[in-house]
């Protein structure tokens, strides 16, 4: 058929390619504003550009190393494009002791298709720390995940940085936002005490502004200042755990203010409010992408073609041009000018 | 310049740098003058002496970076400095095998050597000063993705210099300094060949980085400015393997698609992480 042997065409290759270099030059810094049709549209052009040339180009279908090669290109785009349709990118922020449910994914990117299993996902947040080294510079973050077994029982385990949690297919990733919570337990004058947890913002980010504010129920809203102590320093290494911090919790409630060590309570409108303890949060990155391992061995496959190609090429010699020279000289009279082979293997 | 480094690495690099300085003036010395009668001779004491001398710069440079490594706790991955170092020793290494096994293209080492000097110049201008080594760094794909990054740039490099040949011979005087040399048509499928091994090196080098940024980052990919760059550069090699498969080409015009290619390379790696407020900046 003609007209798939014009779409296998070289020269189409050619234009694809360039257009994928404008495309992913206009993406370039990964901005928000240009369309993401810029990649796709080469990247449909030079799928259907390699699936005609693999059926129709003999240089390619019988050369068993550029065969390899070309078809792994073409899974690789089938692949990335499958991903995009079935991932999931999130974030989610998870306090000490708290169990992992989906409702507490933030910031939430998914592709259409996308079908896992997420509500099977269980894991209850320990504690953490984090390392930082003279100078504020972030080092290791050791965080601890329990995660129960079928009968019931927990298994720690620690994450961080590159040690990703990986359930269900989905990844969990520690990042640098994290912080500390103040636990709280609300008694009414009338009904049942409520305990719960209020997350400050990012530590040490936002060391200087540690404040929330929280509404209990009836009554005016009620803001929160946590004086904290863990022992941060600037000149020298020091590490972050929640567990060897003090807060001292400021209460301000209209013209009130109160400041409260762990375990004292304060009188307010409608009820009394106890601090229990200091806590902490974590927050995570989490990806879905189940095309993952593919991509990966697909790729792998892919350029073990490409060196393959480039033995048979080669001769099996890093070199053999070396070999071959004392005939091409013989070929070539002047040592400059000629054109190179068009169609010549490289 | 700062006084850090002045008791461990610096000598050592000085020394290292000057040897490659050294080489590169053999090198010319020994192809100008000895070709410049029009006689197509191939220097083999200067020869000999321009592999001695990168050896030297070798393993000088290799004493400075194991020096900086024990004075500052980790490897050469982070500041520009570091990086420049790095690349100074494994261009050595790559480019002294090269020049010991491909003898016929010695001479291109007049194209080839003043690239050392462009980057030893640039890491005289910059502050040895210690920097910190980051958590996502810690992970064992970064040894394989920096592994195959250096060589892929080194195989780029060889390019360049038979590139370069192709270039200069179109010029008479320097034709001659080349006359050793095989045939353009040779130079140029040698130089091609390259570029396709450079392109097997490079294709491992994104696989494996987009391994360590899965693990490290949460994302194999993410077209921050460093990966669109170094993307653009792996279609910038298909590209020109496919235009010299599609197109007559003559040997300068290859050449100088090689020499812009390396360019490309060259920006993604040595600039990009700097110049670019993108997430890659952050985690170097």
Known sequence: MKWFRLLASLKLTLVGMILLVIGASLTYDNRLDVTMWVLVVPLALLALNLTAAIFTNQRINRQPGLLVFHIGLLSIIVLAAIGRLSFIDA??????????????????????????????????????????????????????????????????????????????????????????????????????????????PSYPLYDYKQDNSWTPQGASPVKFWLQ??????????????????????????????????????????????????????????????????????????????????????????LFPAEAQHQRSDEKSSAPTGGLANAGEDV | ????????????????????????????????????????????????????????????????????????????????????????????????????????????????????WVLGSWLLTLEPKASHFPATYYNEWKWIHVFLGKVYLALLLIGVGLAGVMILRRFPRAARWFGSMPADDVVDRVAWRVMMLALVFDSLMLIAGAVWAQDAWGRYWSWDSLETSAFVTWLALGVGIHVRLTYRVAPWISGAIIIGIFVLAFTTYLGMPYVSPAAHKGMV
């Open chain 1, 228 to 317: 904290v102590n863990t022992g941060m320093r600037e000149d020298a290494a020091w590490v972050l755990d929640a567990r060897n911090s003090r807060g001292v919790l400021v209460v301000s409630h209209g013209d009130q203010r109160v400041e409260l060590q762990v375990g004292e309570s304060t009188r307010l409108e409608g009820g009394q409010l106890r601090y229990d303890r200091l806590s902490a949060w974590m927050g995570y990155k989490v990806y879905y992408d189940p095309t993952l391992r593919w991509l990966f061995f697909v790729s792998i496959i892919a350029v073990i073609g490409m060196g393959w190609h480039y033995w048979q090429v080669m001769g099996a010699r």
């Open chain 2, 1 to 116: 310049m700062n006084a850090e480094g002045f008791a461990t690495e610096l000598p050592w690099m000085w020394s290292g740098l000057a040897a490659y300085a050294l080489a590169t003036l053999v090198a010319i010395s020994g192809v100008v003058i000895q070709n410049a009668g029009g006689t197509s001779t191939r220097g083999g004491r200067s020869e000999r002496l321009v592999l001695a001398l990168l050896i030297a710069g070798v393993v000088l440079l290799a004493a400075a970076i194991a020096q900086r490594w024990v004075r500052i706790g980790h490897g050469p991955w982070i500041s520009l400095f570091e990086l420049l170092m790095s690349q100074l020793w494994s261009l050595g290494v790559i480019y002294a095998v090269a020049y010991w096994r491909m003898p016929r293209f010695r001479a291109s080492a007049v194209v080839v050597l003043p690239v050392f």
């Open chain 1, 91 to 200: 974030h989610l922020e998870i306090a000490e002791g708290q169990g992992f449910t989906p409702d507490l994914l933030l910031e939430t990117k998914q592709g259409p298709l996308h079908a896992g299993r997420l509500d099977k996902v269980r894991f209850v947040q320990g504690y953490y720390t984090v390392d930082y080294a003279e100078g504020m510079h972030r080092g290791l973050t050791n965080s601890q995940v329990l995660i129960p077994d079928e009968r019931g029982q927990f298994t720690s385990k620690i994450v961080g940085d590159d040690r990703v949690l990986v359930l269900e297919g989905y990844r969990f990733y520690t990042t640098f936002n994290k912080g500390f919570s103040v636990v709280l337990t609300w008694l009414p004058d009338q009904g049942i005490p409520v305990t719960g947890r209020i997350n400050l």
